[in-house]
């Protein structure tokens, strides 16, 4: 089918919107390319470059290596409370990179909880964890269940038969997992990897707390230096490449090709542990589970309740309270409404613009946050300084990055939409507009809905984009939390903290294991 020219015009200035801070940005660096040489001698970029890159790969190796064996023992083998386990595993995810560093910091400093707690035992200072160790250990942490989730589901639709016929042949546990079910994960692995890549070069919150010295620190400190300076748009730059070739090379990746299995995908028999076995398990999941969910809800519990009891006032936050819902709920009601034209093209109407379009849509999704606020800090003191911090200019910048969520959710619903419906609609004379009102929309708003609950969690948990880009004296959850740990007011943090993560746990974990029972 054509695509209306409404429909055509509609999605092409959404396109041209979205894409106004790539363009920006771009055209900026190459204004300051005839002194790049310059630039490169003056400014330490290889250091923040190869930093970045090196908590990259550790951070995605260590991630994967959690994920996948968490994954591997829930779904084929069988041991008690394994089902809780995988549930309490999946968790962490709740908790943004800032939240779970601010713990630690304040946990693991060399005079913080941990040094309060055992002080009685003669502790007086311990080394502190920060810098790499501190940013790969938390960043870890709190991604790996990216993996898990891609990886269980991947693992549970997969054919069991070859397994069995590796372990008739005698082949043994680790060399047959090596061989035989590792390489037909390569897809879901790849995948889940990227998120987590890009996940890891886009944060500022962890790597700041921890002081470590990546691209989108250097950012926000030359940022407060000189919201005008050149380094700000080089870096940003840089490292919007640098996400784009992450993304593309996954994209055109042969390792992103999972092997295919013929025949008919029979069920996994999940084999019982021996008791030895057993008790390592429940060991292993153990230290995971305390150390990505228990510490960190711990470490804020214990500051609260102690700041409550020595009458430290909480109420200042409720501000950033409410400032976090309403920017969420704008954010979530306008990305469904600007996905909904999206996912009818895209889905309903094939063509090669749709197919552009759904492909840029999803390279929006892995450009990092600081830089995207950046780009439109830049454009609305050049170009729009009539929106210059304002909050029209805050909930761009969260469309042009969370949008790619609303859209993943209503085009799982278009599936739905059958041709012949809309045929059927067209044969009674309805307009397309008409058919889309009474057919197409009361089939898809499920899913449009769960997009934009997407967007509402992510648009309330977000920093850096908040941080460059809110209205002067408006606030969230986020900054409360940034602000009050970087002037170690730890109480009001962990206030804000929990009011977070209680608004986000509960539709995060029925988000994320919807589909554990199919």
Excluded at 163 to 171: F, Q
Excluded at 180 to 191: A, F, S
């Amino acid at each position: 089918m054509k695509t209306p020219k409404l429909l055509l015009t509609t999605n092409v200035l959404i396109l041209s919107l979205f894409l106004m801070p790539l363009f920006y940005l771009f055209w900026r660096f190459l204004d300051l390319s005839r002194n790049l040489s310059r630039f490169l001698n003056s400014w330490d970029v290889s250091t923040l470059l190869l930093n970045t890159l090196f908590l990259f790969f550790a951070v995605v190796f260590t991630s994967l290596l959690m994920g996948l064996t968490i994954s591997i023992l829930t779904v084929r083998y069988k041991f008690p409370g394994s089902k809780i386990l995988f549930s309490l595993t999946i968790l962490p995810l709740v908790i943004p990179s800032y939240i779970g560093a601010l713990t630690y910091v304040s946990a693991f400093s060399p005079k913080g909880l941990f040094v309060e707690i055992f002080s009685r035992y003669g502790l007086s200072e311990i080394i502190g964890i920060e810098g790499f160790v501190g940013s790969w250990i938390v960043l870890t942490l709190f991604t790996y269940p990216y993996v898990q989730l891609i990886c269980s589901s991947a693992l549970r639709n997969l054919d069991s038969t070859v397994e069995d016929a590796a372990r008739s042949l005698g082949v043994k546990r680790i060399k047959m997992y090596t061989s035989v079910v590792i390489p037909r994960l390569k897809k879901p692995m790849i995948y889940s990897s990227l998120l987590v890549g890009l996940y890891v070069i886009s944060d500022f919150g962890a790597v700041s707390l921890m002081k470590y010295g990546t691209m989108t620190k250097a950012i926000y400190s030359y940022y407060v230096i000189n919201i005008n300076g050149d380094p700000v748009i080089f870096y940003s730059t840089i490292l919007i490449v640098l996400a784009l070739i992450i993304s593309f090379a996954q994209r055109g990746s042969e390792m992103s090709k999972s092997a295919k299995v013929s025949g008919t995908p029979r069920e996994p028999i999940r084999i019982e542990l021996s008791k030895r076995s057993k008790y390592l398990v429940l060991l292993f999941f153990g230290i995971v589970i305390f150390f990505s969910l228990l510490l960190p809800v711990g470490v804020l519990s214990y500051w609260l309740i102690r700041g409550i009891s020595n009458g430290i006032q909480i109420t200042g936050s409720l501000a950033g309270v409410a400032g976090s819902l309403t920017a969420a709920t704008v954010t979530s009601f306008f990305a469904m409404v600007i996905a909904t034209p999206i996912v009818v093209m895209i889905s309903q109407y094939k063509s090669k613009f749709g197919d552009l379009f759904e492909k840029v849509t999803l390279t929006l999704y892995g450009l990092p946050h600081i830089a995207v606020g950046i780009s439109m800090l830049f454009i609305t003191i050049k170009i729009f300084p009539s929106i210059y911090q304002t909050f029209v200019t805050l909930i761009i910048s969260y469309l042009i990055v969370f949008l790619p969520q609303a859209v993943g959710g209503g085009q799982a619903s278009m599936e739905q939409v059958k041709i012949s419906y809309i045929e059927a609609s067209a044969g009674l004379g309805l307009s397309k507009l008409a058919t889309f009102f009474k057919v197409t929309f009361p089939l898809i708003y499920k899913g449009l809905l769960a997009g934009a609950a997407l967007v509402f969690l992510s648009t309330m948990k977000e920093l850096p984009q908040t941080l460059l880009l809110r209205p002067t004296g408006f606030s969230t959850m986020a900054v409360d939390i940034w602000s009050n740990a970087s002037e170690a007011l730890f109480t009001q943090a962990a206030f804000s903290g929990f009011i977070l993560l209680a608004i986000s746990a509960f539709p995060t974990y029925i988000l994320s294991t919807r589909n554990l029972d199919n």
